[in-house]
């Protein structure tokens, strides 16, 4: 294994970084994505089909996903992933934050961000900028939910 595997396996782990996953049909936007994300001190684990992104979710914890509106290739009525994390407990959805990147989208469309039951939508032809994007809804949405997790961990229920 070359020190660059390891170096990267290490930083995956390393303290204080969250996790996240980025579930992409492309190779390329993978790759835009994951170094978006490492630049926002996340991990960034890559799901390459729906099969895979429910593989991890069932084991890590994620404070952050991004899905493609074709993950699967089905479109996005057929995005079985999406589909699932719009159903999850709403307990457990709350510490995710969920963005959705397609063709469809006006970026930063709370309307259809609601609609999706996402944080954040975005237009792929701002996916350019999706790291300023993503750092100012991220910190939206923390200053929102902060004194909901704090009630919680409080209450021993976080």
Known sequence: MSIEKIDDI?????????????????QD?????????????????????????F????????????????FG?????????LHHIQNLSMSTRRFIFVALYGAAFKTMDNMAAFERSVN????????????????KSIGDNEQFYKVFRESLQKFGKA
């Not at 290490?10 to 492309?26: D, F, P, T, V």
């Not at 170094?35 to 996340?42: E, H």
């Not at 593989?55 to 074709?70: A, K, M, P, T, V």
């Not at 954040?120 to 750092?135: F, G, P, Q, S, W």
Request: hydrophobic content about 40%; glycine content about 4%.
């Open 10 to 26: 290490l930083q995956e782990y390393e303290e204080g970084l969250k996790r996240s996953m980025i579930c992409a049909s492309s």
């Open 55 to 70: 593989e991890r979710l069932r084991f890590n914890q994620y404070e952050l996903i991004i899905i493609d509106e074709n």
């Open 73 to 81: 290739g089905r479109g996005i009525e057929g995005n079985e992933f």
């Open 120 to 135: 954040l939508v975005i237009n792929v032809k701002d996916i350019a900028n999706a790291r300023v994007i993503l750092k």
């Open 29 to 53: 936007m993978q790759k835009h994505l994951s170094d978006t994300v490492k630049d926002l001190k996340y991990s960034a684990d890559v799901a390459v089909n729906p099969e895979d992104a």
